[in-house]
């Protein structure tokens, strides 16, 4: 057979056998797509910012998803046919060679040749965008709106607005990146088909060890020294009298007399304390183990929380991290009380309306059927309450009324998410101890040794208290603070 005949003969059969739908279907979507895919990756490189999340999903997952569907059903179409031929004898009896000789031969092969390398190409840098975009705040925190709603709004109004999601929750390293995308594969179920809880439950279970996302930015060895907080509250009288905290909180760290404060007892380098919880929120602390300074194990045992043996031998004991206290260092979500004096001292809510401290919480601890309809009647309720009852200051300082009923409503928007049942209080705050048991889970004072040692629940261990609610504290005018 001539070498022109073979070439023929070749391509006359893939020809032949090609002619399916299938294989058709697949040269159209392969074809299209990448076209599509290009010329939206120049688009995309254009536009500042990153695209809006259903365009996203659209150019960085769907459209490289369709592209690789084309190409498997290529080969797919021709295997079915040529089996399909077979069944029906219709097949020639002897293939045609192939002979690199012939100028067509090469040609045809050349054009395969480019044509995979082309294909391969656009598939490697779709795979690498299509990661990259799974990586963005946009695509964690917007794509399944009303789910990530919640957690994204608090993150927006963090410290860590600027960090992206997967600083925190996945990190660095391909074992948990690949651990990451098979959680994400079941999330994805779960939002097409609705199972998810709702609020999402905290803790994450099986988030990565804080000290290996955290300290890629904090380490609690630095010396953090002692940090002297000012907060202001008020009162809910007509006056809306401010009242003043004033406290240094003993961080601590690593200093020349060894590991001090609080950073500098709980984890210095590796862990000391290990814990056990019997609660899903770990809010109730049985037992806890500490590693003192000889390297001796001490249990600690609550006298207050009654648990059998079996149940402390069945649960998991908690290696002690960054998370048992900052658990909310970015979803920080707020109670009514203390937003609203956040909101007053910085002059976003007036302290010149009268009770409008306790009116505003009162609004906001209201029950609403919705968000939008929550925020209407916040806004009505505040101007409306100034209209009727103190029409005088309603008319003179209408702007400040009408400002204030804006950033109340503003709390409500930002803390409660009705769809995911966040509401107040859900997700408790473990840095402190007034609004949830926060440090006392352990600093309570009950939980004992076996030599009759209890964990320091000094009130001069963690902090010196300056000032409690004083309405004018002497410490504050020394320092010159006023
Ligand atoms: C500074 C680190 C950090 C960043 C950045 C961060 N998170 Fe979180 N996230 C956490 C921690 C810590 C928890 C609570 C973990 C726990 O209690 O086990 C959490 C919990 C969550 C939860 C569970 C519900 C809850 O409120 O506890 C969701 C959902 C979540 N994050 C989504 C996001 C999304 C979406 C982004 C980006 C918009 C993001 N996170 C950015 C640290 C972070
Ligand atoms: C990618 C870097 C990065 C990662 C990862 C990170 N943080 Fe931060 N964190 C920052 C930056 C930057 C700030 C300072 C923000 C500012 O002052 O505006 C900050 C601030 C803080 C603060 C002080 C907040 C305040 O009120 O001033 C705390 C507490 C904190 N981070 C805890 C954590 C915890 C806990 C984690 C792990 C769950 C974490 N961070 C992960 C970068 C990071
Ligand atoms: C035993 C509880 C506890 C643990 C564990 C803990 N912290 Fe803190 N941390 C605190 C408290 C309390 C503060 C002061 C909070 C404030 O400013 O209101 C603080 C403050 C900070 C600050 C702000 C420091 C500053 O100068 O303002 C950063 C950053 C921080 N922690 C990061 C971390 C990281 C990262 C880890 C884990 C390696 C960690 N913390 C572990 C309790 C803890
Ligand atoms: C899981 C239990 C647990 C939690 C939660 C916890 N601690 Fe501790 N803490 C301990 C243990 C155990 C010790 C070591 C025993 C001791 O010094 O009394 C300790 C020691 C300390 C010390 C050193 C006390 C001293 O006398 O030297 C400080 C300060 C401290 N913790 C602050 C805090 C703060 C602030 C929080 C909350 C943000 C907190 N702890 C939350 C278990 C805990
Ligand atoms: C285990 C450490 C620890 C112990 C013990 C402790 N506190 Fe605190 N306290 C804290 C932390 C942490 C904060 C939060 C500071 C902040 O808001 O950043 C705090 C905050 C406060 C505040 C300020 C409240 C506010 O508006 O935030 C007061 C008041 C207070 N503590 C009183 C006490 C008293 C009284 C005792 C003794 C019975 C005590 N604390 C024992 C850790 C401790």
Same mark, same amino acid.
């Given at each position: 057979? @001539?070498?022109?005949?073979?070439?023929?003969?070749?391509?006359?059969?893939?020809?032949?056998?090609?002619?399916?739908?299938?294989?058709?279907?697949?040269?159209?979507?392969?074809?299209?797509?990448?076209?599509?895919?290009?010329?939206?990756?120049?688009?995309?490189?254009?536009?500042?910012? !990153?695209?809006?999340?259903? +365009?996203?999903?659209?150019?960085?997952? =769907?459209?490289?998803?369709?592209?690789?569907?084309?190409?498997?059903?290529? !080969?797919?179409?021709?295997?079915?046919?040529?089996?399909?031929?077979?069944?029906?004898?219709?097949?020639?009896?002897?293939?045609?060679?192939?002979?690199?000789?012939? !100028?067509?031969?090469?040609?045809?092969?050349?054009? =395969?040749?480019?044509?995979?390398?082309?294909?391969?190409?656009?598939?490697?840098?779709?795979?690498?965008?299509?990661?990259? $975009?799974?990586?963005?705040?946009?695509?964690?925190?917007?794509?399944?709106?009303?789910?990530?709603?919640?957690?994204?709004?608090?993150?927006?109004?963090?410290?860590?607005?600027?960090?992206?999601?997967?600083?925190?929750?996945?990190?660095?390293?391909?074992?948990?990146?690949?651990?990451? &995308?098979?959680?994400?594969?079941?999330?994805?179920? %779960?939002?097409?088909?609705?199972?998810?809880?709702? *609020?999402?439950?905290?803790?994450?279970?099986?988030?990565?060890?804080?000290?290996?996302?955290?300290?890629?930015?904090?380490?609690?060895?630095?010396?953090?020294?002692?940090?002297?907080?000012?907060?202001?509250?008020?009162?809910?009288?007509?006056?809306?009298?401010?009242?003043?905290?004033?406290?240094?909180?003993?961080?601590?760290?690593?200093?020349?007399?060894? @590991?001090?404060?609080?950073?500098?007892?709980?984890?210095?380098?590796?862990?000391?304390?290990?814990? =056990?919880?019997?609660?899903?929120?770990?809010?109730?602390? *049985?037992?806890? $183990?500490?590693?003192?300074?000889?390297?001796?194990? +001490?249990?600690?045992?609550?006298?207050?929380?009654?648990?059998?043996?079996?149940?402390?031998?069945?649960?998991?004991?908690?290696?002690?991290?960054?998370?048992?206290?900052? /658990?909310?260092?970015?979803?920080?979500?707020?109670?009514?009380?203390? %937003?609203?004096?956040?909101?007053?001292?910085?002059?976003?809510?007036? %302290?010149?309306?009268?009770?409008?401290?306790?009116?505003?919480?009162?609004?906001?601890?209201?029950? $609403?059927?919705?968000?939008?309809?929550?925020?209407?009647? =916040?806004?009505?309720?505040?101007? @409306?309450?100034?209209? @009727?009852?103190?029409?005088?200051?309603?008319?003179? &300082?209408?702007?400040? +009324?009408?400002?204030?009923?804006?950033?109340?409503?503003?709390?409500?928007?930002?803390?409660?998410?009705?769809?995911?049942?966040?509401?107040?209080?859900?997700? *408790? /705050?473990?840095?402190?101890?007034?609004?949830?048991?926060?440090?006392?889970?352990?600093?309570?004072?009950?939980?004992?040794?076996?030599?009759?040692?209890?964990?320091?629940?000094?009130?001069?261990?963690?902090?010196?208290?300056?000032?409690?609610?004083?309405? /004018?504290?002497?410490?504050?005018?020394?320092?010159?603070?006023?």
């Amino acid at each position: 057979m @001539s070498p022109q005949n073979t070439v023929r003969n070749w391509a006359r059969l893939l020809y032949f056998l090609s002619q399916n739908v299938t294989s058709l279907i697949g040269v159209v979507l392969t074809t299209s797509t990448a076209i599509t895919m290009i010329a939206f990756w120049i688009y995309d490189f254009m536009l500042q910012g !990153p695209p809006h999340p259903y +365009v996203g999903i659209l150019i960085f997952l =769907i459209l490289p998803g369709l592209f690789v569907l084309g190409l498997l059903l290529i !080969p797919l179409g021709i295997l079915l046919r040529r089996k399909k031929l077979r069944g029906t004898g219709e097949l020639p009896i002897a293939y045609p060679e192939v002979d690199l000789r012939v !100028p067509m031969v090469r040609s045809g092969l050349l054009f =395969i040749g480019i044509a995979t390398v082309l294909n391969v190409l656009i598939f490697t840098f779709a795979s690498y965008q299509g990661v990259a $975009y799974m990586d963005t705040t946009t695509f964690c925190g917007q794509t399944c709106h009303t789910v990530m709603q919640p957690e994204f709004t608090a993150y927006q109004n963090s410290p860590h607005a600027r960090v992206n999601c997967v600083e925190c929750h996945i990190g660095p390293g391909a074992g948990w990146f690949v651990k990451s &995308k098979l959680s994400g594969v079941r999330q994805v179920f %779960a939002v097409t088909f609705k199972t998810y809880s709702r *609020p999402i439950p905290s803790p994450v279970k099986y988030l990565r060890p804080a000290r290996e996302t955290c300290e890629q930015c904090h380490w609690p060895q630095r010396f953090s020294g002692d940090k002297f907080i000012v907060k202001r509250d008020y009162k809910d009288d007509e006056k809306n009298t401010p009242e003043t905290t004033a406290l240094v909180l003993k961080i601590g760290g690593r200093t020349w007399q060894g @590991s001090v404060g609080i950073h500098g007892r709980h984890l210095d380098e590796g862990s000391r304390i290990r814990y =056990i919880s019997t609660d899903e929120q770990r809010q109730v602390i *049985p037992v806890v $183990y500490y590693t003192d300074d000889k390297g001796n194990t +001490v249990e600690y045992v609550s006298t207050d929380v009654k648990v059998s043996k079996e149940q402390l031998a069945k649960s998991e004991k908690r290696v002690m991290d960054c998370i048992d206290c900052h /658990n909310r260092p970015t979803h920080t979500f707020e109670l009514p009380e203390s %937003a609203v004096d956040l909101r007053i001292s910085r002059g976003l809510i007036s %302290a010149d309306l009268p009770y409008i401290k306790k009116k505003a919480v009162e609004l906001l601890k209201a029950d $609403y059927p919705d968000r939008e309809t929550a925020q209407k009647k =916040i806004v009505e309720g505040v101007t @409306s309450y100034y209209r @009727s009852i103190y029409p005088d200051i309603y008319n003179t &300082k209408r702007a400040l +009324v009408e400002q204030s009923a804006v950033n109340v409503a503003r709390i409500y928007m930002q803390n409660i998410f009705p769809d995911m049942k966040v509401t107040w209080g859900v997700h *408790p /705050n473990n840095l402190g101890h007034n609004d949830f048991p926060g440090c006392f889970r352990c600093h309570d004072g009950s939980h004992t040794s076996a030599d009759g040692q209890t964990i320091s629940n000094d009130c001069s261990a963690c902090h010196n208290l300056l000032a409690v609610q004083e309405e /004018n504290p002497k410490v504050l005018t020394e320092l010159g603070m006023k």
